[in-house]
């Protein structure tokens, strides 16, 4: 079982819409959070950072974490053709330095 | 506001090669780290540093690799004897406290070895 599952995609959605993205995980000693989005050929950037289980918004994103069922879910409102990027699923294993990234979602916002 | 720059861009280099990549942290950060990217593929840990020492490392980052902070600002890697399977992006991370906080990434350089 890989440690972090991440839905490669490509998911494709109208402009104006709510876009769903979600990561699994299977290592309960995960403890922080993150969303990156990368275009192409790009570096990572950094969307969002929770560490707790519950609901985090930030404008049109808001982050999700049930750590319980070991899932974090990343909500794009109003969907623009410009959030057509990977996102990226990251998280930090406690008591080490690195991140574990998950594969990536490759998301197309049709204008 | 405050960002990671990593230099070259992009880099060609010969099988066997040493290269050196560059990187400029966010300059009040702490921790400094190296990814990768190979095509297509996730990003993953090489390794991170902190005052002065490697604090964790992967499997990747065998005796072909080593990171210097050669002065205050700059933050390098460097591959001794470049192989045809060390072309990736790499990218430079840095965080102001260690593990666990916001991680903020370059833009990467492309290594591309022939």
């Known amino acids: 079982q890989k440690e972090v599952e991440q839905d490669p995609g490509p998911l494709s959605v109208p402009e104006g819409a709510i876009v769903s993205l979600n990561c699994t995980y299977s290592?309960?000693?995960?403890?922080?959070f993150m969303w990156y989005r990368q275009y192409s050929r790009k570096g990572p950037e950094l969307l969002m950072y929770t560490y707790s289980s519950g609901n985090k918004e930030d404008g049109r994103f808001t982050a999700q974490v049930d750590k319980s069922s070991k899932y974090i879910s990343l909500f794009i409102r109003d969907s623009q053709p410009s959030d057509s990027a990977t996102y990226l699923c990251?998280?930090?294993?406690?008591?080490?330095?690195?991140?574990?990234f998950g594969t990536g979602t490759r998301l197309k916002v049709l204008a | 506001e405050p960002e990671v720059t990593q230099t070259p861009s992009h880099q060609v280099t010969q099988m066997g090669q040493e290269v050196i990549l560059r990187c400029v942290p966010i300059?009040?950060?702490?921790?400094f780290y190296w990814y990768r990217q190979i095509l297509g593929q996730k990003v993953e840990f090489l390794v991170s540093?902190?005052?002065?020492?490697?604090?964790?490392k992967s499997e990747i980052f065998d005796d072909q690799f080593s990171v210097e902070r050669p002065d205050g600002s700059n933050f390098t890697l460097k591959i001794r004897s470049t192989k045809l399977e060390d072309s990736a992006m790499y990218f430079c991370?840095?965080?102001?406290?260690?593990?666990?906080?916001?991680?903020?990434f370059g833009q990467g350089t492309r290594l591309t070895v022939v």
């Open positions: 300059s009040n950060h702490l921790y």
């Open positions: 290592n309960s000693a995960f403890q922080y």
């Open positions: 991370a840095s965080t102001f406290m260690g593990a666990g906080t916001e991680a903020f």
């Open positions: 990251a998280m930090n294993l406690a008591g080490t330095y690195k991140y574990i």
């Open positions: 540093f902190y005052n002065n020492e490697i604090s964790e």
